[in-house]
């Protein structure tokens, strides 16, 4: 049977900080569609519908609404999501694990495969990370659960303690780059059955710190973000997913 995946999600799905010399964003979905379809040696069919930006709400309901009406039907669906949700304050946890749990409900009734992935934590470095951690460290640890109840394959990235070194993340500290990436796809990979070892990145030298690096930190990453949210406005305002429909990955 033809694999059919489709990937939904925020950022992290979409691939931000994996970004090609094109100028477009790879991402761990993309990888893992071409693990696959090397995996199996046969092509696999594959749509990518995460916009960066999205909270949860919108994920598991019209990007998920999507995925499922696509024709042919979805086989795989990877469903990543709430980081957007846990920088906003005020955010109910409990909420984000009942809409995650619905999500999985709708799927297995449709009878698609899902693997389910917790964001990678950048709590340590980030402005208000303690807050960030624990809430990562509950939604993570009540979905989790859900891969008991519905039969989903849970890929727990949150807890990776590689993940979390410097050399994984883009200058913006929130985003993974290329080598973190790679990193999630190969546990992906792994967690399906495609034994595929995960990234390394080398120890290279310690990151130059300081009063001015983050004072810059803060000039380039952080106000353009509060910017945004004091406006109203989404880094993923009047975007669309990357690939709608099914596009072919061969097997390499």
């Known amino acids: 049977m033809v694999t059919r995946y489709v990937a939904i999600g925020d950022s992290y799905t979409e691939g931000l900080g994996d970004t090609l010399p094109d100028g477009t964003e790879r991402g761990w979905a993309d990888l893992v569609a071409s693990g696959l379809a090397a995996g199996q040696n046969e092509p696999v069919e594959y749509a990518n ?135 999630v796809a190969g546990l992906v990979l792994s967690a399906l059955g495609h034994p595929t070892e995960a990234h390394v990145i080398d120890s290279g030298p310690a990151e130059r710190g300081g009063v001015l690096a983050e004072a810059r930190y803060y000039r380039e990453h952080v106000l353009p973000w509060l910017n945004r949210r004091l406006r109203g406005q989404s880094s993923g305002d009047d975007r669309t997913g990357k690939y709608l429909d099914w596009i072919k990955v061969e097997a390499a």
């Not at 930006?53 to 709430?82: C, F, H, K, N, Y």
């Open 49 to 183: 519908l995460a916009i960066r930006g999205r909270l949860l709400g919108s994920i598991v309901g019209e990007q998920l609404d999507a995925a499922l009406a696509l024709s042919p039907a979805p086989t795989m669906l990877s469903l990543a999501g709430g980081g957007n949700d846990m920088m906003r304050p005020g955010s109910d946890m409990s909420q984000l694990v009942g809409m995650t749990e619905r999500a999985l409900q709708r799927c297995a009734d449709a009878g698609v495969q899902v693997v389910l992935l917790s964001g990678a934590d950048p709590s340590a470095r980030l402005p208000f990370g303690s807050m960030m951690a624990r809430r990562g460290e509950e939604l993570t640890s009540a979905v989790a659960k859900f891969a008991g109840d519905y039969g989903v394959t849970f890929v727990d990235v949150f807890h990776d303690q590689e993940i979390r070194r410097a050399g994984y993340w883009s200058a913006d500290r929130l985003h993974l780059n290329s080598a973190g990436h790679r990193r």
